[in-house]
């Protein structure tokens, strides 16, 4: 709808009460032509506009417009909305004064001086580095990750973090704590958080749990380098790339015989079309593989991933992570376990496949000291003898000697598994306790020599400098080689980040909540399939 020179009090009033219709007849905004142009949302912005909750965090390709969006937003509801307040964060200072002075520029793009529309507008009292303040009471703020705290001591209608993965990493998580507390107590006030991938920090975890469905307050919201906004907003670069490839091929446009093979994946799974592959082509060759799938994913296991630096192949993780199984709801399996299981499953118990009479199974076990807090976990996983996954079980609030309990229940439920423990440190008091308060006999042992050279064997596995890089080997060549199937996301997500340093020194990559501890007991559980001993009759 726009509004023509008859206007009536009625059409006034639905463009007034409808965002698109506000922005496309009073907000301009300068297009990629560098012309000043009606604000019409994309379809991308629109989905959002209609699909938005509360608690918002989007993953998002290079420069698809959600600032954009999120200014006029911010500028309709001030002035729609007396009295209310918004604010946008930046990663850097320069960035947040380039905002403000876009939505200064918005406002002043506002028919402000038409008779028939200036009523419609409150005033600007108040307009500096740091906010517009207008007559109705409405204000919008900016503000700078790792400045001033903006967000204390104020009530807002609307908050958005902008390129959130850029922040300060200390500060990321800081800033949500402080921003729930702080938005208007109605239903349409909202947080909306939106970035580009950069790496793994608390952004990355937040989206990728609410994109997961682990039970997350967060609505997900992603949208890929094939979004229907990128065929116009990149228009030129389009004509540039395939300008390109025409001068390299003849003079010929792409066509299905001249895909390379993840070119087809793109083409027959996603449904990419010639004119995207030949930029994303084009991009590859002038940057990266790596850098589009952080500026342009396909899906968001691909924007986190960092294929250089993991030991695994992280393109065979991200195929795994979109093809596993969900595990059994809770009331599914109940009935099956026991009492002492019940309370752990569906929180740190997740069930895959339940066990077939008779089926051999193999298990790894790492254990930690339950203290909690931001310490490592307590894992099992456990495969039968196939290599399919059956269960994983991490947690790092459970003491040793309730996880040897729990060792023990998951132990005998799926047929008394072989378990193989890290014995390291931890790992000596729950073999002990699995052994004679359990009389759990199914345990691998190791062959050791002791200090006069005569050979023993010990319960459990030793790792050392010399038997991590084997056992992690194994683990790498089952994965890849397909012999094992993972179905435990958490175990695929540590996979992506578990690296090798430049001594040698593998481990999870350093930081607040990166854990290895899955992939430890899956190697773990592949050292007991690759002994293949069952030392009881099932």
Same mark, same amino acid.
């Given at each position: 709808?726009?509004?023509?020179?008859?206007?009536?009090?009625?059409?006034?009033?639905?463009?007034?009460?409808?965002?698109?219709?506000?922005?496309?007849?009073?907000?301009? &905004?300068? #297009?990629?032509?560098?012309?000043?142009?009606?604000?019409?949302?994309?379809?991308?912005?629109?989905?959002?506009?209609?699909?938005?909750?509360?608690?918002?965090?989007?993953?998002?390709?290079?420069?698809?417009?959600?600032?954009?969006?999120?200014?006029?937003?911010?500028?309709?509801?001030?002035?729609?909305?007396?009295?209310?307040?918004?604010?946008?964060?930046?990663?850097?200072?320069?960035?947040?004064?380039?905002?403000?002075?876009?939505?200064?520029?918005?406002?002043?793009?506002?028919?402000?001086?038409?008779?028939?529309?200036?009523?419609?507008?409150?005033?600007?009292?108040?307009?500096?580095?740091?906010?517009?303040?207008?007559?109705?009471?409405?204000? &919008?703020?900016?503000?700078?990750?790792?400045?001033?705290?903006? &967000?204390?001591?104020?009530?807002?209608?609307?908050?958005?973090?902008?390129?959130?993965?850029?922040?300060?990493?200390?500060?990321?998580?800081?800033?949500?704590?402080?921003?729930?507390?702080?938005?208007?107590?109605?239903?349409?006030?909202?947080?909306?958080?939106?970035?580009?991938?950069?790496?793994?920090?608390?952004?990355?975890?937040?989206?990728?749990?609410?994109?997961?469905?682990?039970?997350?307050?967060?609505?997900?919201?992603?949208?890929?380098?094939?979004?229907?906004?990128?065929? /116009?907003?990149?228009?030129?670069?389009?004509?540039?790339?395939?300008?390109?490839?025409?001068?390299?091929?003849?003079?010929?446009?792409?066509?299905?015989?001249?895909?390379?093979?993840?070119?087809?994946?793109?083409?027959?799974?996603?449904?990419?079309?010639?004119?995207?592959?030949?930029?994303?082509?084009?991009?590859?060759?002038?940057?990266?593989?790596?850098?589009?799938? +952080?500026?342009?994913?396909?899906?968001?296991?691909?924007?986190?991933?960092?294929?250089?630096?993991?030991?695994?192949?992280?393109?065979?993780?991200?195929?795994?992570?979109?093809?596993?199984?969900?595990?059994?709801?809770?009331?599914?399996?109940?009935?099956?376990?026991?009492?002492?299981?019940?309370?752990?499953?569906? /929180?740190?118990?997740?069930?895959?496949?339940?066990?077939?009479?008779?089926?051999?199974?193999?298990?790894?076990?790492?254990?930690?000291?339950?203290?909690?807090?931001?310490?490592?976990?307590?894992?099992?996983?456990?495969?039968?003898?196939?290599?399919?996954?059956?269960?994983?079980?991490?947690?790092?609030?459970?003491?040793?000697?309730?996880?040897?309990?729990?060792?023990? #229940?998951?132990?005998?439920?799926?047929?008394?598994?072989?378990?193989?423990?890290?014995?390291?440190?931890?790992?000596?008091?729950?073999?002990?306790?699995?052994? /004679?308060?359990?009389?759990?006999?199914?345990?691998?042992?190791?062959?050791?020599?002791?200090?006069?050279?005569?050979?023993?064997?010990?319960?459990?596995?030793?790792?050392?400098?010399?038997?991590?890089?084997?056992?992690?080997?194994?683990?790498?060549?089952?994965?890849?080689?397909?012999?094992?199937?993972?179905?435990?996301?958490?175990?695929?997500?540590?996979?992506?980040?578990?690296?090798?340093?430049?001594?040698?020194?593998?481990?999870?990559? +350093?930081?607040?909540?990166?854990?290895?501890?899955?992939?430890?007991?899956?190697?773990?559980?592949?050292?007991?399939?690759?002994?293949?001993?069952?030392?009881?009759?099932?």
């Amino acid at each position: 709808m726009v509004i023509k020179k008859k206007t009536t009090t009625r059409a006034i009033q639905k463009v007034m009460s409808d965002p698109r219709l506000f922005f496309k007849n009073f907000i301009k &905004i300068i #297009d990629n032509n560098g012309d000043s142009v009606p604000f019409v949302m994309n379809p991308e912005q629109q989905q959002f506009t209609n699909t938005m909750e509360k608690y918002n965090v989007i993953l998002k390709g290079r420069q698809i417009g959600f600032t954009t969006w999120s200014l006029a937003y911010m500028l309709y509801s001030a002035i729609t909305k007396p009295d209310t307040s918004y604010m946008i964060m930046t990663q850097h200072n320069k960035v947040t004064q380039s905002l403000l002075r876009k939505i200064k520029k918005m406002y002043k793009s506002l028919p402000l001086d038409n008779p028939k529309f200036d009523y419609l507008f409150p005033k600007l009292e108040l307009s500096n580095r740091d906010e517009i303040y207008m007559s109705n009471g409405s204000r &919008i703020m900016v503000a700078t990750a790792g400045g001033e705290d903006s &967000i204390s001591g104020n009530t807002f209608e609307l908050i958005h973090f902008s390129e959130m993965a850029k922040y300060p990493v200390e500060a990321q998580e800081e800033l949500i704590a402080t921003a729930i507390p702080a938005l208007a107590k109605n239903p349409n006030s909202k947080i909306i958080i939106e970035s580009t991938a950069m790496g793994y920090n608390y952004y990355q975890e937040l989206f990728m749990k609410a994109y997961r469905g682990n039970g997350s307050v967060w609505k997900a919201h992603f949208y890929s380098w094939l979004a229907e906004a990128y065929s /116009k907003q990149f228009k030129h670069s389009f004509d540039e790339a395939e300008n390109w490839y025409r001068l390299n091929n003849k003079g010929a446009r792409m066509s299905k015989d001249d895909l390379e093979h993840d070119e087809e994946i793109l083409f027959n799974k996603y449904g990419a079309n010639y004119r995207q592959l030949m930029y994303r082509r084009y991009y590859i060759k002038s940057n990266s593989l790596e850098k589009f799938m +952080r500026e342009f994913p396909t899906t968001p296991d691909e924007a986190f991933s960092e294929s250089n630096k993991s030991v695994f192949d992280t393109k065979k993780i991200i195929e795994r992570l979109q093809n596993a199984s969900d595990p059994f709801p809770y009331t599914t399996i109940q009935n099956d376990l026991t009492n002492d299981l019940r309370p752990y499953l569906g /929180k740190s118990l997740f069930v895959y496949h339940l066990p077939k009479k008779g089926q051999k199974m193999y298990a790894g076990v790492d254990v930690a000291s339950g203290s909690g807090g931001d310490n490592d976990n307590s894992t099992m996983s456990v495969f039968n003898e196939d290599g399919q996954q059956m269960a994983s079980f991490y947690a790092n609030d459970v003491p040793v000697y309730e996880f040897a309990k729990v060792v023990n #229940d998951i132990g005998r439920f799926f047929n008394y598994v072989f378990i193989c423990v890290e014995r390291n440190s931890l790992g000596l008091p729950l073999l002990e306790r699995l052994r /004679k308060e359990y009389n759990y006999m199914n345990l691998l042992k190791q062959k050791v020599f002791n200090e006069k050279g005569k050979k023993k064997m010990q319960l459990g596995f030793q790792t050392t400098a010399v038997t991590k890089p084997i056992m992690v080997n194994d683990l790498k060549e089952s994965f890849e080689l397909n012999m094992i199937n993972i179905e435990c996301v958490q175990t695929l997500e540590e996979m992506k980040i578990f690296q090798e340093d430049s001594n040698g020194k593998m481990g999870n990559k +350093r930081g607040v909540g990166k854990h290895d501890d899955l992939v430890i007991s899956t190697a773990m559980a592949c050292q007991a399939m690759k002994q293949g001993k069952y030392y009881v009759d099932i």
